[in-house]
Structure formats: C-alpha cells, structure tokens
C-alpha cells in the first residue's frame, strides 16, 4: 500500500524548513509520497492577515516544482474547513489504496489535544512528528507514532513575513519563485 504523508499547515509562506520535513520522512522510508494540504480555513491563526488560499496554493507549487514524490492536494478547498480527522477521511474515501500518515512539526504537539475530534484522530491515526530547531519533543503516551529527528532547518514564516516587511533578504530561506511571487504580490508589507 503506498503510504501517503500529509503534511497540513497555512503555509503563508512556505519555505526550505517545511520543503526539509517533507524529504527527511521520505528519505527515512517513513512514507512514499507526501501531500501538502494548504489549510483553507487556519483557525488556529486568527490575530493574523492570512493570505488567499490561491496564492498559498501558488507558492506551495513553486516549492515542490517537480519533485515527483510530492504533490500539493487541494482537498480543504471543497471541504471549506480545515479539520485535520475530517481532512483525512475524506482523503481516504478518495484514495482507498492509499494509507494517509499525518505529519506535523514537533510544536504542534502542545496544541494537539484542542484540535477538534483529537480523540478520533489519535486512535486512529499514527503521527509522524518532525523535529523543529528548539522544539524538542517526546511523543505524548496516547500519541501514536515517531518523532523523526534531522539535523533541523532553523526557518519559521513568522521569521519571513517579520524580514520581508522589514526589508530583509528571504533569499535563503524560500526558492526564488516564492520569493518573486512575495515581491510581486506586495505579501506581508504592512
Ligand atoms: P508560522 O511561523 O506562521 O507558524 P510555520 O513556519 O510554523 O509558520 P506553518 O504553516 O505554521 O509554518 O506549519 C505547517 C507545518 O509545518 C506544521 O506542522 C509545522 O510544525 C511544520 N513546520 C514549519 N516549519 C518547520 C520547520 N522549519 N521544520 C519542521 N517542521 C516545520
Ligand atoms: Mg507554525
């Protein structure tokens, strides 16, 4: 069964630290492929300007560009909301050859337990939790799977949208057509 990784998140924007998460789990063999699920409703997110789903979608394409074991799934543009067990179902319901594995970062884990249907979703699921610079995790005792450790890319959007609206290079920490499009799109100015 092909093992599908599903990596959520807002992903305004994107960058080289989640691009990283993505291959240390492939190439670990923890999974074959793995689907950015850009979030169309972040609600864990509300004191901040979001970006349109399209445009997150845009650059989330740019950052994967041609990798064949990745893909960008617009699955939460038809469900309208962003609920990580509701996410998964559907996905299974649409790809019943698949075996979906969520992915989160190791600072997640904290928030995990206010994340709707989290009883459903821990049975059910095994986590693949991938380690963050200074976010140092052990898997809680109900939380089922591993914590995948890499060496770690120290790059959060925070620190992006903080330096483009600063005027500071995003040169290193996002592919050049991401940071175009940040550029010609005026994103995180003000
Ligand atoms: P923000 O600073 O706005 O919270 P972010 O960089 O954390 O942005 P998100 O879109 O919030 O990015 O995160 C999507 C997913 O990617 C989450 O599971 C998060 O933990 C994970 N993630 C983000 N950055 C990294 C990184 N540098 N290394 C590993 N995982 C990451
Ligand atoms: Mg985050």
Known sequence: MTRV?????????CH???LHAAQVCLEQRLIDQVWFVPAVDPWQ????????YATRVRM???????????RVSEVEKDLGKSETFATLSTLGAQWPRYEFVPIIGADLLDGLHTWRDYEKLISKYR??????????????VDVS??????VGV???SSDIRTRTRHG????????HDVAQLIEKELLYRN
Do not use: C, W, Y
Not at 5 to 13: I, K, R, S
Not at 45 to 52: G, L, M, R, V
Not at 145 to 150: D, F, R, W
């Open 5 to 13: 990784g599903v990596f959520g998140g807002t992903f305004d924007p």
């Open 16 to 18: 080289f630290g989640h």
């Open 45 to 52: 997110k509300q004191n901040q300007q979001i970006t349109s």
């Open 60 to 70: 989330l394409q740019s950052l994967i560009a041609s990798k064949s074991s990745l």
């Open 127 to 140: 986590f693949l939790v991938v380690s963050r610079p200074g976010q140092e995790r052990m898997l809680p």
């Open 145 to 150: 799977g591993i914590v995948v450790t890499s």
């Open 154 to 156: 120290d790059i959060s």
């Open 168 to 175: 500071e290079s995003i040169s290193q920490l996002v592919p």
